[in-house]
Each structure stands twice: as structure tokens, then as C-alpha cells.
């Protein structure tokens, strides 16, 4: 069986990261695209990638140029998933018109222009293309105003693109974690009475650690996934959907 050639947008993160080296063992030929030169060399190493490029995320044009290229000197492109994010926890009259712009810039622009580079690359021969939402989405969350309009934008625009992709076959999909214990999210994950509280939230008690995403993400991503589009996965110990029991 060949190997699922796959991109992966902001590869060195916490999820990026294991979402790498899950795609890696499960055969994937990876192309890790991110903003630091120096942590990609030594994650491509890592896992074995085929290839890297340094990319901003936020930029559209680079983001196409650099999908085009792995396209191209692979011959195909069957996946590509998006890993960028950001976190901001202010209350809409907190945040600044820049916050507010950088927020959509990484969280929505950097999705959609994934989608943009990718999805005419598989149209006729089939692929999955994964963006990334968040639980906050569907569960309002106070001080999450900023990132649950652009994490929603995602989510509205993957619904969408699989209606307008899928005749080609091509699957766009999506994952919407609950707080997972990342760099991003250290300030949160690493004072032990924060991250107590935030577990209380998700009904499984616990919070989420990169590899519970990263399943989700290369299930996804699997090439015998071929009944899935346009569907946000909540990968989020519950948070979305259900109310924790009352605990003694």
C-alpha cells in the first residue's frame, strides 16, 4: 500500500507534535510545515518526515506556495490538517482591535488557507482535509468571546467546504478539543488548582493530553475513513455535549 502523503500546518505544538509521530508510525509520508526552523528539523527528524518548510501560518499566499510545492514533487497530496492556535482569555470589552485581529489571523485565516492550498490538490483522486475547532464553540465559556467566533468561523466554513468539495471527493473535517495540556495552555494546565477546576468541567474528570487529539486527528486523516465529512469531532472528554455528575 503507498503512503498517504500528508501536511501538517503548525506541526511543532503540542498536538502538532503527536499528531506527527502517531501519522509517522502509522506509515504517513509527512511534510511538517511551522514558524521555527530549528523545532521542525528536529521533529522531522524525529519522526522521519520527508520534508519541512518554514511558514507563517497567517500568511495565505506562503501557506499555498508551500502545499503546492510538497504537491508537486510528490505527484498527490491525500491529507493535510491544521494544528494553529491560539488562546486568549479576556472578555470582548478586554480585547484590543489587534487582539481581535491576530486572533482571526491565526485561528480562522491559518484554516481557511490550509483548506484554499489544499483541497484543489485532491479534487478527483480523494482526500481528508482537518481543521481545528474548539469546545468552546458549542459550550459558552466566559472570556472565550474572541476565540469562540474564530474557532466558529472554522467550524461554519468546513460544513460548508465539504458540501462544496465532496463531488470530487474530498472529506473536510474537523476536531473541537476541550482544554488540552500543551504549551499553549501551561499558564492553565500547570497551577495544580486551575487545572483541578477545568477537569471538574469535563465529564470524564480529567483534562486532555495531545495524544487523545491526535487520535482523533488520524483517524480522520486515514485514508479508509471515506464516510466522514463535514462533521466536527468533539474530542473533549464530554465538555460539549454532557454535564458532569455531581462529584462527593
Do not use: C
Request: proline share 3%; charged share 15%.
Amino acid at each position: 500500500m503507498t503512503a498517504p502523503v500528508t501536511v501538517l500546518l503548525g506541526a511543532t505544538g503540542g498536538v502538532g507534535a503527536a499528531t506527527a509521530r502517531l501519522l509517522a508510525a502509522r506509515g504517513h509520508r509527512l511534510h511538517l510545515l511551522g514558524r521555527d526552523a530549528d523545532r521542525l528539523a528536529a521533529l522531522a527528524a524525529e519522526v522521519g518526515a520527508a520534508g519541512t518548510a518554514v511558514v507563517d501560518a497567517r500568511d495565505v499566499d506562503a501557506v499555498g506556495t508551500a502545499v503546492e510545492a510538497v504537491a508537486t514533487a510528490e505527484g498527490r497530496l491525500d491529507g493535510a490538517a491544521s494544528v494553529v492556535g491560539s488562546l486568549l482569555l479576556k472578555a470582548a470589552h478586554q480585547t484590543s482591535a489587534e487582539e481581535w485581529a491576530e486572533v482571526l489571523a491565526v485561528n480562522l485565516t491559518s484554516a481557511f488557507a490550509l483548506l484554499r492550498a489544499a483541497a484543489p490538490r485532491m479534487r478527483g483522486t480523494g482526500g481528508s482535509i482537518v481543521l481545528t475547532s474548539t469546545a468552546v464553540v458549542r459550550t459558552g465559556m466566559a472570556n472565550h468571546e474572541a476565540i469562540a467566533a474564530a474557532k466558529g468561523g472554522v467550524e461554519g466554513m468546513v460544513r460548508t467546504a465539504a458540501a462544496t468539495y465532496g463531488g470530487t471527493g474530498v472529506r473536510v473535517n474537523a476536531v473541537a478539543p476541550g482544554l488540552t495540556r500543551t504549551p499553549l495552555t501551561a499558564r492553565i494546565t500547570a497551577n495544580e488548582a486551575q487545572a483541578a477546576a477545568s477537569a471538574q468541567l469535563h465529564v470524564l474528570g480529567r483534562i486532555g493530553e495531545p495524544e487523545d487529539v491526535a487520535g482523533a486527528l488520524a483517524w480522520l486523516l486515514d485514508p479508509a475513513t471515506t464516510w466522514v465529512t463535514g462533521q466536527v469531532l468533539g474530542v473533549d472528554g464530554g465538555l460539549g455535549s454532557a454535564r458532569p455528575r455531581a462529584r462527593a
